[in-house]
């Protein structure tokens, strides 16, 4: 069977301010993602789902957010895909937290919109999330694309090329050589194979706690990763990334007005949003926020610590 006629439908109804391409967004690495893009409108997500492959399209129309799946997951993706789409997202306490600072309560008027999705799936944004420590963005792009392609399989559905991400299986079975032509070291590639192998034992968590006590346990993750993970796959709204490069200035600058911030700095101007603090981040990265630049220019992307 070639899946190119969907196999299950679901229309959602989203809030009237919801923005499809706003929520989604941060499920795609890149405009180019091999996994998922969106194109003339609609959203298109591949990924391997208990029942077997999958691709989910999501497009907006007459008020409604239509879900449409193609191949043997199907049903799965589209039973979900609400929360992929965003719209299980809590904003239960957070208009009057960002009321306590006008650039977040501003930011979050104007991004309204915006909901942060929930895949439900670890090991598709760890592979990406692995390949992002301490490189930059397009280093960590091009090793994800190229793995992707390596172990490539064709989604279903009617929009092409689109692949699914590498199974868990294929990459604890790879040898760590395998990843080194696409600009991935040996460590980076062992990480991600000892995290392949337990990838299974991370699908079980309940929540994000679970998945970053697990996660944070796989010797070379540590609290950049988890967070950078339990952000999308549990749509954590509290999930920050610790161990950025750019996050602590760009906080320290957009909530205080200093140029530079560390961790701690971080962490303490954002305590007032407790509950919200990676969705205050999610908001400064979608008004483009960022710290002044001085010296040398630094890289576009994080050099995560782990």
Known sequence: MTWTEPAARRALRPPADYRLAASVRSLTFSPYDPCARIAAGTFWYATRTPAGPATLALRSGGGDLLAEGYGPGADWVVERADAI??????????????????????????????????????????????????????EAYRAYAATVRHFGEPAPGPMQPLLLPPGPEV???????????????QRRADTLRRAAAVADRLERCADSTEATRRLTAIAGIGPWTAAE????????????????????????????????????????LLEPFRGHRGRVCGLLEAAGIQAPKFGPRAPIRSFARF
């Open 171 to 185: 990459v604890a079975a790879a040898p760590y050589w395998v990843f080194h032509p696409f600009g991935v070291e």
């Open 85 to 138: 789409a965003g719209l299980r997202d809590d904003l239960t306490g957070f208009a009057e937290l960002a009321a306590a600072h006008p650039l977040v309560a501003r930011l979050a008027a104007q991004h309204r919109g915006r909901r942060m999705p929930a895949t439900g799936q670890v090991f598709p944004r760890l592979l990406r999330a692995i390949f992002e420590q301490k490189v930059t963005g397009k």
């Open 229 to 268: 993970v339990v952000r999308i796959a549990y749509g954590d709204p509290d999930a920050v990334s610790v161990g950025d490069y750019h996050v602590p200035n760009t906080v320290a600058w957009a909530l205080a007005g200093e140029a530079r911030g560390d961790d701690a700095r971080m962490l303490a």
